[in-house]
């Protein structure tokens, strides 16, 4: 019974094009997030969503676009794909939000690489 | 001054011995903080909660100075099991909730 599970795990594709990642929690928690791991394995925030609601964008380039369908689910659309969003891109879930939790459940990844 | 910062390592040290690792936050108005281990490609996963008192979980201890804004984690007797990457995280409470994670410290224990 995976609490976060991601779709698909790895990801090669040719530069120009545009995927989409999938993320789904069991867990009934309502915020939910997408952090970047580079080559240099620095995990950096890019979204966060409460409910549904967007709260965090870290002015990434808008080629990235986030969905969120339901509390459940938050998506990730890369369009125009570059070499440089080559990388891990970690789903996260948070049971509680501004109560100081940190305690995130990550998925397990999904390799991006573009050639 | 970036947001989290730690020591990227790597940290070698032999089975058995005891290990610190260091963690300095730039935003004085952070709330909580956390270690989390993140094994060679996999994802991240929470080790310990830091309180203000500090904390101790078997053979790991976290320390928070919030006067310094530093956060310590303490390893004793290592084991070979031990080795991963390290990371400091800090959630910056407000209208954001920002958890921001450090970039790593790498530990590997040597047998």
């Known amino acids: 019974d995976t609490a976060v599970s991601q779709t698909p795990k790895y990801l090669v594709t040719q530069m120009g094009n545009d995927k989409s990642i999938k993320c789904e929690q069991n867990?009934?928690?309502?915020?939910m997030y997408w952090y970047k791991q580079d080559s240099k394995k620095f995990l950096k925030i890019m979204f966060s969503?409460?409910?549904?609601?967007?709260?965090i964008n870290e002015t990434v380039p808008n080629r990235f676009s986030p969905k969120s369908p339901d509390k459940a689910h938050l998506n990730l659309h890369i369009n125009s794909l570059e070499l440089g969003d080559s990388a891990v891109y970690f789903c996260?879930?948070?049971?509680?939000?501004?109560?100081?939790?940190?305690?995130?459940?990550f998925g397990e990844g999904s390799r991006l690489t573009v050639l | 001054r970036k947001e989290v910062e730690q020591d990227p390592g790597p940290f070698n040290v032999p089975e058995g011995a005891t290990v610190a690792f260091n963690c300095t936050y730039s935003?004085?108005?952070?709330?909580?903080f956390f270690w989390y281990r993140q094994d060679c490609r996999k994802e991240p996963k929470l080790l310990m909660s830091?309180?203000?008192s500090g904390n101790e979980d078997g053979r790991f201890t976290a320390q928070l100075n919030r006067a310094s804004q530093y956060i310590s984690l303490l390893i004793r007797d290592s084991k070979l099991s031990d080795s991963a990457t390290y990371l400091c995280?800090?959630?910056?409470?407000?209208?954001?909730?920002?958890?921001?994670f450090g970039k790593g410290t790498r530990l590997h224990i040597l047998p």
């Open positions: 996260a879930s948070s049971p509680l939000r501004g109560r100081g939790t940190g305690e995130l459940f």
């Open positions: 867990l009934g928690h309502d915020t």
């Open positions: 969503y409460n409910n549904k609601e967007l709260i």
């Open positions: 935003n004085s108005a952070s709330q909580s």
């Open positions: 830091v309180y203000s």
């Open positions: 995280v800090v959630n910056m409470l407000g209208r954001d909730d920002k958890i921001i």
